[in-house]
């Protein structure tokens, strides 16, 4: 009787196993929604909708970007985090949410139990940006003129809690300027701002600003990385400007809901791999100073941890603090 039961047991192992295996083979079977918590027009649509087009070409279903802003990017987070774990929803987040660990003083999700990294897609570096009618042409010069008119001059971000703003406040604790900081709810309706003077300057990742900074409709002072930006040769870095301290990459990647089959997040995993070394995405990634992406999910996971654990140590020592 024993061995029967223990060959239904198997049986029974089996029955559940090779379904979930068979369903990771075949997905995705239907459209595939990514949540973007972030305004359209910004950083994250700057990748996330290539990335989605070419997807939908190797995979054979449609990608949709969805548009969720709001709260530094912690809605869309939370709608992600609580959708189906079936494979037919992801997050196309970024640094912000490493960020948001520590700013906001609660989250309705947590963002290592409850999303699951998939891969990287992007990184860029982080670009000082102002408005070419702010008479201020250097580092140096906007560190004085900070200094002379204390919060005189507007920053814009993507929202509170975001690389943006926790640069902008690293920039302000390490040259000991005040500026006054303006969260928007994503960097594209803060970039409209900015490119239409409503705003002074930005600390914004190159997704966003390239385009901006190649039709000369904004001024760059200096990147926030602490190597040049490719095709940016003319940029100096922060460090180089003067202000030692402050490296800061602005990157972008997948996660599902936790539950979701890990057959169905290596697939995509590899499919983001694959489809970052089409020409079509290396051509868009190039024209935005980016790099990497695609890498094994255990990687990213650890990337993410430690990601969180750094950002605590600059949100600490900054005082940024989100009730």
């Avoid at 090779?18 to 990748?47: N, Y």
């Avoid at 906007?142 to 001059?153: D, E, F, S, T």
């Amino acid at each position: 009787m024993s061995v029967v039961l223990s060959r239904l047991r198997v049986l029974a192992l089996v029955a559940l196993v090779v379904p979930v295996a068979a369903f990771g083979q075949a997905w995705p079977t239907k459209p595939v929604r990514l949540i973007s918590p972030f305004a359209a027009g910004g950083g994250t649509d700057a990748f996330a909708r290539p990335l989605a087009a070419v997807l939908s070409q190797e995979l054979g279903q449609q990608f949709i970007i969805d548009n969720r802003a709001g709260a530094g990017g912690t809605i869309g987070a939370d709608i992600a985090a609580k959708s189906p774990p079936d494979g037919y929803t992801f997050l196309v987040g970024a640094v912000h949410h490493t960020i948001a660990v520590s700013v906001y003083a609660k989250l309705p999700y947590d963002l290592e139990k409850d999303l699951v990294p998939v891969t990287m897609v992007a990184m860029v570096p982080s670009v000082v940006v102002l408005n070419p009618k702010v008479p201020i042409n250097s580092v140096a010069e906007l560190i004085a003129y900070a200094k002379a008119n204390p919060n005189k001059l507007n920053a814009a971000s993507a929202g509170n809690g975001t690389s943006h703003h926790l640069t902008l406040e690293l920039f302000k604790v390490k040259t000991g300027t005040q500026i006054n900081h303006i969260p928007y709810k994503g960097a594209g309706p803060a970039m409209q701002d900015l490119v239409a003077g409503q705003v002074d300057l930005m600390f914004d990742g190159m997704g966003t600003s390239s385009p901006q900074i190649k039709g000369g409709r904004l001024r760059p002072l200096a990147v926030t990385t602490l190597t040049r930006a490719q095709g940016f040769p003319d940029i100096p870095t922060l460090q180089e400007a003067g202000v030692p301290g402050i490296d800061v990459t602005t990157w972008y990647a997948l996660w599902a809901p936790a539950g979701t089959p890990p057959e169905i997040v290596l697939k995509l995993q590899q499919a983001v791999a694959k489809a970052l070394q089409s020409q079509t995405l290396k051509d868009v990634w190039a024209q935005n100073a980016a790099s990497g992406g695609g890498n094994p999910s255990p990687e990213f996971a650890a990337f993410v941890h430690a990601e969180v654990l750094r950002w605590a140590e600059v949100a600490k020592a900054s005082g940024a603090r989100i009730d």
